[in-house]
């Protein structure tokens, strides 16, 4: 089985800004060649504009081939002046030009895998070019709800009339995905993120921190709020003084956040790690703190929950991705709406009722729905189920 992957953006190892979100692309492509057996390999074309990025660049098209995780990454990129409404034309012919060097040495692909499905995306309509160029079948997942792609009843229709399948990857989102186009037709199907490899192996669990720890890991951006963590830890840390609040990540919040750190007089109990590229690294980070805290107003899935729990770590989250599914009484709390009160109430009741959390529990329930080998079955059996001949 031969599947291209072409998505609309990629994640911080490849863009110039290194905090920016999405990091599953690879890691779903990684787990089926692992799994499946199957050939994976990412596509992105990129137009890079010559005035945004302020700096000139060779008047030439090329592509250059990485590798992560045993994935090929083909990246293609064309430079040019006018953005739109020339910008779609530029994209749909540096993937065309992408498609044909990658097929030289690969040959055409069985399917597919188009990580979009709003049909007004540039990258996604230049994919559908390729796929009707080819005669090749293809599904689209939707990984994001934000209004600024001006999703519409259109686009779903336009897409979901020529794909093998619609999927996103929450239930939450499908819903949220259904109400914003208004279409009473619209269906997603539901195929969930999975785990990287680096917390589905088994290793021995790390000694925790001495000092009682609360970890969040994020893109530390207005929405995901880590200025209201940062106040309710403050109260926190007032009645248990031996305790410790750890950031990894980065973004435009960083420096407000440093600005409360001071306020608040907590530069021996509130650290900001930056961000932490290698996941192996991180994830020790993670598994050595008690507990996993978010106040984020908006998730379509959120990874760094799902890696928390798969750490063994309890979590306080907001009601938003798949907190919702996987939050309960034994691996943590869901709070309404990430307020400084209630984040404290939560903060307070996990430190008093530690002990009742089992931490193999935890991560044998993250497994249970997320780990790559799972991961690889889903897609097996939505593409089986719709005609798609998986093995010879």
Known sequence: MHIAIIPPFLAHQYEKRRFASGSFFWQQASALQEHNQWHVSILY???????????LLPWKREHKV??????????????YLIKYPFYPCYVRNTLARLFKA??????????????????????????????????????????TSIA?????SYALNAIGKKSLF???????????????????????????????????????????????????TSYLRTGKNPHMIIKAFARFQQDIPESQLIFVGDG????????????????????????????????????????????????????????????GLPCISTPHGIATEMLDTSCGLLIEQ????????????????YARYDAQTIRQKALKHYAPSVFAQRITTLLEGHGIKTHP
């Open 45 to 55: 074309p990129k137009a890079y504009g010559v005035v945004k990025m302020g700096r």
């Open 66 to 79: 990485l590798k992560k995780d045993g994935v090929e990454l083909w990246y293609g990129y064309t430079p």
């Open 102 to 143: 990658y097929i030289q040495r690969h040959g055409i692909p069985d399917v597919l895998w188009i990580q979009s499905s709003n049909a007004n995306h540039p990258i996604t309509r230049a994919a559908i070019a390729i796929a009707e160029t080819y005669q090749r079948p293809f599904f689209a997942v939707e990984h």
């Open 148 to 152: 600024s792609l001006h999703k519409d």
């Open 166 to 216: 619609l999927a996103t990857v929450s239930s939450l989102m499908s819903h949220t995905l259904k109400t914003m186009t208004k279409d009473d037709n619209a269906h997603f199907l539901i195929l969930p993120n999975c785990l990287s490899r680096a917390y589905a192996i088994d290793k021995k669990p790390s000694t925790k921190f001495k000092r009682f720890t609360f970890h969040n």
């Open 252 to 311: 435009p919040q960083r420096a407000h956040m440093e600005t409360l750190i001071d306020h608040y007089q907590l530069r021996d109990h509130c650290f900001i790690l930056g961000f932490i590229e290698n996941a192996h690294i991180l994830r020790r980070y993670v598994e050595r703190a008690h507990v996993f805290v978010t106040a984020t107003s908006y998730e379509t899935f959120h990874i760094a929950l799902i890696e928390a729990l798969a750490c």
């Open 338 to 353: 990430g307020t400084e009160n209630a984040l404290y109430d939560a903060m307070r009741a996990l430190h008093k009722n």
